[in-house]
């Protein structure tokens, strides 16, 4: 009689407990079966037939076990178990457990995991005798001869109980199921997220959309308003003349200043203090019956009433026509068209006293340039008289009568001559014609030395002379200019005059102020759709700052 080789390790295989036992059920817990392989079927059949104890396991059973329990605690997936199950009855083994296909592949030198292998698992008709077309085990397949074919279960770790499935799904069922599952729950997110942005909206936009708009049409009060338009001409024949004022006379550019001038007063605090102090502008819009937001406090400061005046009176000046318009709104009309009607007033003093102020500019530079022009005119005419005194006023002239005199003498001596020399030329001349020419020749002689005496003392001075009158020419023609600027400015003096006594500028009205019917004020649907404008700006910007913001952090 032979026996095994002795194993250090061995493993006693037990009989089944009876079906009838109670004992031995109670003292088992419940395993998950394990389908062997056909040769293992009839080993378990004759083993339960015939039962052996103690028997000892051969060498290669025992290197099997070691193996199988070093790829355990590889710490494998189920997946991946799965994987190497089919992969082994694809190539015809025969594994006892999802750790033994591993093995048996490892050792036909098949590596289970290896991309190019899974994928041919996976391919389409590369399924083994195990395999569908798709590349999935088919559990309750039935192979070509008839029998059924015995599908190795997974491996769970010890200690877990696993209860069997209520039904059984195949992949492609679960792959839809999980697909359905995972749209299902985008669909949960989705309307989550759209429940809490309708409800950010709601608290952001809608609701104070709502109050607004509830406010514009219940509580507001209704506001009149009073439209006016006017416009400032200038007079016909004003004091500007020539061709610049004929150029500019019939258009705005010649009244663009004061219109421009009379809208900053009528927008001035100026203006409100003077409307509130003639009609009671406060008093008005400090009413009990105006709700609280359109309301002025009795004690208010003139800032406060001011800030109300710049909202309630709106101007506007178009320069292409030189039309200043002007609406004013209030709570009743009638009130409405007094100030209106008011102000208007204010604007034709205010035209007035800046034209006014013009024309008495103007006299003035007048009335101070004709001043000026006799100043200059009285200095020049006493530097005249004064290079007039002791100076001869023609010196050439005088020259010229010594020549002419000198000239007159010398003939007269030598005709004197002549009539000497005749007579002594006579055998017996007449004695007392003889003295008489000689004495008359001698007062000749005298005179024309004299005179030539008097020509040469002129010739030295003639240079002198002429430098003073030179300087007499320039004093004669500046009175001469002193004259006419005189004249300029009596002449503009009295133009000044004639224009400082009628009316340069004049405020038309061309639109009168008439209290209107109805409200203008507030308008209602307007500004709510302006309110659920601003608050979904609002709420935009800051949405988009909270998600950049969000982004920056968490990148």
């Known amino acids: 009689?032979?026996?095994?080789?002795?194993?250090?390790?061995?493993?006693?295989?037990?009989?089944?407990?009876?079906?009838?036992?109670?004992?031995?059920?109670?003292?088992?817990?419940?395993?998950?079966?394990?389908?062997?392989?056909?040769?293992?079927?009839?080993?378990?059949?004759?083993?339960?037939?015939?039962?052996?104890?103690?028997?000892?396991?051969?060498?290669?059973?025992?290197?099997?076990?070691?193996?199988?329990?070093?790829i355990r605690k590889e710490g494998l997936t189920g997946r991946q178990l799965r994987m190497a199950r089919r992969m082994a009855q694809k190539y015809g083994l025969a594994p006892t457990s999802d750790f033994d296909a591993v093995r048996l592949l490892r050792a036909k030198g098949i590596d289970p995991f290896q991309r190019a292998n899974i994928l041919e698992l996976v391919a389409p008709g590369g399924g083994g005798s195990g395999g569908s077309g798709d590349g999935t085990s088919q559990p309750n397949a039935m192979p070509e001869g008839g029998d059924p074919k015995v599908q190795l279960p997974q491996t769970v770790p010890a200690g877990q109980?696993?209860?069997?499935?209520?039904?059984?799904?195949?992949?492609?069922?679960?792959?839809?199921?999980?697909?359905?599952?995972?749209?299902?729950?985008?669909?949960?997110?989705?309307?989550?997220?759209?429940?809490?942005?309708?409800?950010?909206?709601?608290?952001?936009?809608?609701?104070?959309?709502?109050?607004?708009?509830?406010?514009?049409?219940?509580?507001?009060?209704?506001?009149?308003?009073?439209?006016?338009?006017?416009?400032?001409?200038?007079?016909?024949?004003?004091?500007?003349?020539?061709?610049?004022?004929?150029?500019?006379?019939?258009?705005?550019?010649?009244?663009?200043?004061?219109s421009i001038a009379t809208q900053s007063y009528l927008g001035s605090k100026d203006a409100m203090l003077r409307l509130d102090q003639d009609v009671g502008f406060r008093e008005h819009f400090s009413q009990d019956w105006i709700d609280p937001l359109q309301r002025l406090d009795p004690d208010a400061s003139n800032e406060a009433a001011y800030k109300l005046y710049k909202k309630y009176v709106k101007l506007g000046y178009d320069p292409t026509e030189g039309v200043i318009r002007m609406e004013l709104s209030t709570a009743d009309p009638e009130t409405s068209a007094r100030f209106s009607e008011k102000l208007l007033d204010y604007a034709e003093e205010r035209v007035d006293h800046l034209s006014q102020e013009k024309r008495q500019d103007a006299v003035k530079?007048?009335?101070?340039?004709?001043?000026?022009?006799?100043?200059?005119?009285?200095?020049?005419?006493?530097?005249?008289?004064?290079?007039?005194?002791?100076?001869?006023?023609?010196?050439?002239?005088?020259?010229?009568?010594?020549?002419?005199?000198?000239?007159?003498?010398?003939l007269q001596l030598q005709e004197k001559q002549l009539a000497l020399n005749t007579q002594l030329n006579n055998q017996r001349p007449n004695?007392?014609?003889?003295?008489?020419?000689?004495?008359?020749?001698?007062?000749?002689?005298?005179?024309?030395?004299?005179?030539?005496?008097?020509?040469?003392?002129?010739?030295?001075?003639?240079?002198?002379?002429?430098?003073?009158?030179?300087?007499?020419?320039?004093?004669?023609?500046?009175?001469?200019?002193?004259?006419?600027?005189?004249?300029?400015?009596?002449?503009?003096?009295?133009?000044?005059?004639?224009?400082?006594?009628?009316?340069?500028?004049?405020?038309?009205?061309?639109?009168?102020?008439?209290?209107?019917?109805?409200?203008?004020?507030?308008?209602?649907?307007?500004?709510?759709l302006l309110a659920f404008l601003i608050f979904s700006g609002i709420y935009l910007m800051i949405s988009l700052t909270v998600s950049i913001l969000r982004e920056q952090v968490s990148s």
């Not at 089944?16 to 062997?36: R, V």
């Not at 959309?209 to 338009?229: C, D």
């Not at 000026?372 to 005249?384: G, N, S």
């Not at 007392?432 to 005496?453: C, F, G, H, Y």
């Open 365 to 410: 530079t007048a009335v101070a340039s004709l001043e000026d022009a006799k100043t200059e005119r009285r200095a020049a005419q006493e530097r005249l008289v004064k290079l007039q005194e002791g100076t001869i006023l023609d010196p050439e002239g005088e020259i010229a009568s010594i020549r002419s005199l000198i000239n007159s003498v010398e």
């Open 161 to 258: 109980q696993n209860l069997p499935a209520t039904e059984q799904l195949s992949p492609a069922d679960r792959r839809a199921y999980e697909i359905q599952e995972i749209q299902r729950d985008i669909a949960k997110r989705r309307r989550r997220r759209l429940l809490l942005l309708l409800t950010r909206l709601s608290a952001f936009v809608f609701l104070p959309t709502l109050i607004a708009g509830y406010y514009f049409y219940a509580v507001a009060t209704p506001m009149y308003s009073t439209k006016s338009e006017f416009l400032i001409l200038t007079a016909d024949g004003s004091g500007a003349s020539g061709a610049a004022s004929s150029l500019f006379s019939g258009t705005t550019f010649a009244t663009g200043q004061d």
């Open 1 to 70: 009689m032979t026996t095994k080789p002795k194993a250090r390790k061995f493993r006693i295989r037990r009989n089944a407990p009876a079906a009838n036992d109670p004992s031995a059920q109670q003292a088992k817990p419940a395993e998950p079966a394990q389908p062997q392989a056909p040769e293992a079927q009839s080993a378990s059949h004759v083993h339960t037939a015939q039962p052996h104890e103690g028997e000892i396991s051969s060498a290669r059973e025992m290197a099997s076990a070691q193996s199988i329990d070093e």
């Open 431 to 528: 004695r007392a014609k003889v003295a008489a020419l000689e004495s008359e020749i001698e007062v000749l002689t005298n005179e024309l030395n004299r005179q030539e005496a008097r020509l040469n003392q002129a010739t030295e001075g003639s240079a002198s002379l002429a430098a003073q009158a030179a300087e007499i020419q320039m004093a004669q023609a500046d009175l001469a200019t002193a004259d006419m600027v005189l004249q300029s400015a009596l002449e503009s003096k009295r133009q000044s005059e004639i224009e400082a006594n009628k009316q340069v500028r004049y405020l038309t009205v061309s639109v009168k102020p008439v209290a209107s019917q109805d409200p203008s004020y507030p308008r209602s649907f307007e500004n709510t």
